[in-house]
């Protein structure tokens, strides 16, 4: 008892009200830190911290951190409890399942997926050099196109894996391997992905604070954005004038070429976060990653005989990759979306809301990277994608024991769903009486001042 008479308290509210640059407040299993100081030099960037400031944390904390970062938070600590510190039964049982999965060694035993997948990726490298350099023939050069785009698909899961977890033997090799199958091998930069990824793990299917729903004005996933909602991700206005209304009314048309050539969005996107004024960590390694693709590649595609060929090269390069665009948006789509900041208090039922699994046989993990069991993956990201499969059915049961949406769908199906979202949202933006913004034309694409 005289340990809990010395013990300092304060109220949830009163932990809202710690929210401002300079006074930022986090509560993690009912003790207060104070992360004014540290969201300068956190790993995952300020975002993900910015957006949850006020409010306990603990299940996201958990989602993101390995064991070892409980140890950092000693010298944050304000001294202060939460008075009315309270857990939900959701919660309890995802923390239960998560400690579980941590005794199990699931966390740190990472199997052989990273060491087939690169041997793969540089047989696939191999072969294209080889279709390009060695072969004459028009159709030996559209067979290494398509592999090329094969290799990037795979060297983005690379990248993505390296970002959630350490796939390497330390941190200094998951850092190169992050930028090699990233910047030097996709053009895209690891920065620009761990930025946006990160803040759409934690705001999952937030119009306004998930960036990979906010792509006005070439697509609207849902009527909200007709009312011109205010990107907290990108800090403007996602302005729905004559232009948005007119592309969004022919989206479900146009979703399919889009997508063919969405990684032209993604190189855009990358220069203008490396030229930015933003504080980008690694930011010389990041152009130096970017500079090494943008000398290989326009170099492969010149050694083609003719520009005819070259286009079709690139073209047919880019449209395979389109595959694991549309995966990523037939993940989040079609699911259910909200306005607003995340909470801490419903990461779980969240996370539910705004995913959808493509179900497949275990023969096509290696295709989809682990990342058709999407809820999964957002439930625990650092968790590898080898156990994945494994611990699905666990997070089934969880779901159905709380009443919680878990969609796992076909491919086809998945298509289905997310075409006919589309389609209702354009439908209901040719509605002429809906108002929109007259005289301004927001720009083609999502961009960083």
């Given at each position: 008892?005289?340990?809990?008479?010395?013990?300092?308290?304060?109220?949830?509210?009163?932990?809202?009200?710690?929210?401002?640059?300079?006074?930022?407040?986090?509560?993690?299993?009912?003790?207060?830190?104070?992360?004014?100081?540290?969201?300068?030099?956190?790993?995952?960037?300020?975002?993900?911290?910015?957006?949850?400031?006020?409010?306990?944390?603990?299940?996201?904390?958990?989602?993101?951190?390995?064991?070892?970062?409980?140890?950092?938070?000693?010298h944050?600590?304000?001294?202060?409890?939460i008075?009315?510190?309270?857990?939900?039964?959701v919660?309890?049982?995802?923390?239960?399942?998560?400690?579980?999965?941590?005794?199990?060694?699931?966390?740190?035993?990472?199997?052989?997926?990273?060491?087939?997948?690169?041997?793969?990726?540089a047989?696939?490298?191999?072969?294209?050099?080889?279709?390009?350099?060695?072969?004459?023939?028009?159709?030996?050069?559209?067979?290494?196109?398509?592999?090329?785009?094969?290799l990037?698909?795979?060297?983005?899961?690379?990248?993505?894996?390296?970002?959630?977890?350490?796939?390497m033997?330390?941190?200094s090799?998951?850092?190169f391997a992050?930028?090699?199958?990233?910047?030097?091998?996709?053009?895209?930069?690891i920065?620009?992905?761990?930025?946006t990824?990160?803040?759409?793990?934690?705001?999952?299917?937030?119009?306004?604070y998930?960036?990979?729903?906010?792509?006005?004005?070439?697509?609207a996933?849902?009527?909200k954005?007709?009312?011109?909602?205010?990107?907290?991700?990108?800090?403007?206005?996602?302005?729905?004038?004559?232009?948005?209304?007119?592309?969004v009314?022919?989206?479900?048309?146009?979703?399919?070429?889009?997508?063919?050539?969405?990684?032209?969005n993604?190189?855009?996107?990358?220069?203008?976060?490396?030229?930015?004024?933003?504080?980008?960590?690694?930011?010389?390694?990041n152009?130096?990653?970017?500079?090494?693709?943008?000398?290989?590649f326009p170099?492969l595609?010149?050694?083609?005989?003719?520009?005819?060929?070259?286009?079709?090269?690139?073209?047919?390069?880019?449209?395979?990759?389109?595959?694991?665009h549309?995966?990523?948006?037939?993940?989040h789509?079609?699911?259910?979306?909200?306005?607003?900041?995340?909470?801490?208090?419903?990461?779980?039922?969240?996370?539910?809301?705004?995913?959808?699994d493509?179900?497949?046989?275990?023969?096509?993990d290696?295709?989809?990277?682990?990342?058709?069991?999407?809820?999964?993956?957002?439930?625990?990201?650092?968790l590898?994608?080898?156990?994945?499969r494994?611990?699905?059915?666990?997070?089934q049961?969880?779901?159905?024991?709380?009443?919680?949406?878990?969609?796992?769908?076909?491919?086809?199906?998945?298509?289905?769903?997310t075409?006919?979202?589309?389609?209702k949202?354009?439908?209901?933006?040719?509605?002429a009486?809906?108002?929109?913004?007259?005289n301004?034309?927001?720009?083609?694409?999502?961009?960083h001042?």
């Amino acid at each position: 008892m005289a340990q809990e008479t010395e013990k300092k308290y304060i109220t949830s509210e009163d932990l809202k009200k710690h929210n401002k640059p300079g006074d930022l407040w986090i509560a993690i299993q009912g003790k207060v830190y104070n992360v004014s100081d540290w969201i300068k030099s956190h790993p995952g960037g300020d975002t993900v911290i910015l957006n949850l400031v006020g409010q306990d944390v603990t299940d996201a904390f958990i989602a993101f951190h390995p064991g070892t970062a409980w140890h950092h938070l000693d010298h944050l600590f304000t001294g202060f409890h939460i008075r009315d510190f309270e857990v939900s039964e959701v919660s309890r049982d995802y923390r239960r399942m998560a400690a579980e999965f941590r005794k199990l060694g699931l966390f740190d035993n990472k199997g052989h997926v990273t060491l087939y997948t690169l041997a793969f990726i540089a047989a696939m490298f191999a072969g294209v050099l080889y279709g390009v350099l060695a072969c004459n023939s028009v159709f030996a050069h559209q067979i290494a196109a398509a592999l090329l785009g094969l290799l990037w698909i795979q060297s983005a899961y690379i990248g993505h894996d390296s970002g959630h977890y350490v796939i390497m033997s330390n941190k200094s090799y998951n850092r190169f391997a992050q930028l090699l199958s990233g910047n030097c091998l996709t053009g895209i930069s690891i920065a620009w992905w761990k930025w946006t990824h990160n803040a759409h793990h934690l705001a999952c299917n937030s119009l306004d604070y998930d960036p990979d729903l906010q792509h006005i004005p070439v697509f609207a996933v849902s009527t909200k954005f007709f009312t011109s909602l205010t990107s907290r991700f990108y800090d403007r206005k996602l302005t729905f004038d004559p232009v948005a209304r007119f592309l969004v009314s022919y989206q479900h048309f146009t979703y399919y070429p889009v997508m063919c050539f969405g990684r032209i969005n993604l190189f855009i996107q990358t220069f203008l976060l490396l030229f930015s004024r933003r504080d980008v960590p690694d930011r010389a390694l990041n152009f130096a990653g970017i500079l090494v693709f943008w000398t290989w590649f326009p170099l492969l595609v010149s050694c083609l005989p003719s520009w005819p060929e070259r286009f079709f090269f690139v073209f047919t390069s880019f449209t395979v990759t389109a595959l694991q665009h549309i995966q990523f948006t037939l993940n989040h789509f079609a699911a259910d979306v909200y306005v607003g900041p995340p909470t801490g208090s419903d990461w779980f039922e969240k996370q539910a809301a705004g995913t959808i699994d493509i179900s497949c046989r275990s023969y096509m993990d290696w295709f989809f990277g682990g990342l058709q069991f999407q809820l999964e993956h957002h439930l625990f990201p650092r968790l590898p994608r080898c156990h994945l499969r494994k611990v699905s059915p666990v997070v089934q049961e969880l779901c159905k024991k709380h009443n919680l949406p878990y969609r796992s769908l076909s491919w086809f199906d998945a298509n289905v769903l997310t075409i006919n979202t589309l389609k209702k949202a354009a439908y209901q933006a040719r509605d002429a009486a809906n108002p929109v913004v007259k005289n301004l034309v927001w720009e083609a694409l999502n961009t960083h001042g």
